[in-house]
């Protein structure tokens, strides 16, 4: 899969039932690469918006306990590198992600 929105075949493989309402994706960067999420989303599940079969079938707990979805987010106003969790984290316009835990698998190529 290549970064951005997914494809039409990917989404129909997404339950938007899942996730939180939203109106529009928006822009985030993970390991540098540009992708499109829906607002309004937390990360993981925005996630799974690119990554579908990845993330549903991942080793996630969803709920805070297990910390398999880390990443490293750069925060928006100190610009310093924080460890947060994806499950609880809301994705927002702008979102730079510089590392994931072995558990997130995307495939950004
Ligand atoms: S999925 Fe388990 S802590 Fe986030």
Redo the contacts with the bound molecule.
Sequence with gaps: MTPGPAGRDELKQVDLDLFEPFEELIEIEILGHPLEVPENNCL?RALQYVAAESIAYGR???????????VQCVSPETGEVTVV????ERVYPGMKITGLSDDVLLDLD
């Excluded at 996630?60 to 880390?70: A, K, P, Y």
Aim: charged share 25%; net charge negative.
């Design positions: 993981l996630f707990c969803w709920n805070d306990e297990c910390g398999n979805c880390e969790r994806a499950c609880q």
